[in-house]
């Protein structure tokens, strides 16, 4: 069905100054399909089949290599990816295991320390060994720039017995 088209009337132009037209609609007017333009059939067009452009063997060869230099570049990133990832995980587990030897080594030397009876060494050196303290003309102070070790160039004299009193009167 058709919708009915309307005829529109211009109707009081100068309605108080307006410049805008009222648009009334008159009753019982439709538009007829005599009055309605006519179209008339276009020919219809032939469907030639077009010659599609081909692509040259360059162009393929130069596609086939974009495509395997793109690919071939994928690979490698992911493959290069790859390997930091092990890398930082064999990182993580060596530092892992560094933590848990200084743990073990921190535990060692605590329990070394806290095994150490000074008393019971003292008693050991004197009684079982013979070891005693030294004289005071037995121990030789010296005044060292390193703090870590003392190189000896040479052996130590040993200390006679005889002060410097008993040397002046001999």
């Known amino acids: 069905m058709e919708a009915k088209k309307q ?15 009222k648009l009334q609609v008159l009753p019982g007017y439709e538009e007829s399909e005599e009055s309605a333009p006519i179209r008339r059939p276009q020919r219809e067009k032939r469907n030639r089949p077009r010659r599609s452009p081909g692509i040259d063997l360059f162009s393929v060869f130069f596609l086939t290599l974009a495509i395997s230099v793109t690919v ?16 930082n995980k064999e ?3 060596l530092e892992h295991s560094l933590v848990k030897l200084q ?8 329990k070394i320390n806290t095994s150490l009876d000074l ?7 004197t009684k079982e060994l013979g070891m005693v303290y030294p004289d005071k003309n037995q ?9 870590d070790y ?21």
């Open 91 to 93: 990182i993580a587990s």
């Open 139 to 147: 121990v030789i102070t010296y005044k060292s720039n390193l703090s």
């Open 119 to 125: 008393n019971y060494i003292y008693e050991i050196a």
């Open 7 to 21: 005829h529109y009337q211009y109707n009081d132009y100068s309605t108080y100054g307006n410049t805008a037209r």
């Open 150 to 170: 003392v190189r000896q160039y040479k052996e130590i004299p040993e200390v006679t017995d005889s002060t410097i009193l008993d040397k002046i009167l001999n």
């Open 72 to 87: 071939y570049t994928c690979i490698s990133y992911l493959k290069v990816q790859s390997e930091i990832t092990e890398q």
């Open 103 to 110: 743990n073990q080594n921190k535990d060692a030397l605590a």
